[in-house]
Nanobody
Framework: QVQLVESGGGLAQAGGSLRLSCAAS????????MGWFRQAPGKEREFVAA????????YYADSVKGRFTISRDSARNTVALQMNSLKPEDTAVYYC?????????????????WGQGTQVTVSS
């Protein structure tokens, strides 16, 4: 059982930056592909970014490409989401998730483990 805990959310102004972090409890964290998802009020959860088990492959939603960067530190069992050039439409609860497999995965339905989420609010 993998436990995930997000941190780093908060309030930012449009054009600003925030860095989210997700800490995993599992010693075999490096075996898991990781993803970030978000859910805004009244909207469905959507994919944001994903990274494979080794950190060598990443994939981004078009809406965040060029602004967000996903990375992982397997020695510290963490995955991060650096968010730059924030926009009000980035406002949402952000979740990290983990699953087995060797690829990068965009479908949240296939992720087995989820964090509790962290709120990101971007003001205009």
């Amino acid at each position: 059982q993998v436990q995930l805990v997000e941190s780093g959310g908060g309030l930012a102004q449009a054009g600003g930056s925030l860095r989210l972090s997700c800490a995993a409890s599992e010693r075999t964290f490096s075996n898991y592909a990781m993803g970030w998802f978000r859910q805004a009020p009244g909207k469905e959860r959507e994919f944001v970014a994903a990274i494979n088990w080794s950190g060598t492959r990443t994939y981004y939603a078009d809406s965040v490409k060029g602004r967000f960067t996903i990375s992982r530190d397997s020695a510290r069992n963490t995955v991060a989401l650096q968010m730059n050039s924030l926009k009000p439409e980035d406002t949402a609860v952000y979740y990290c998730a983990a699953r087995g497999g060797s690829g990068v995965y965009t479908d949240g339905a296939n992720y087995a483990y989820w964090g509790q989420g962290t709120q990101v609010t971007v003001s205009s």
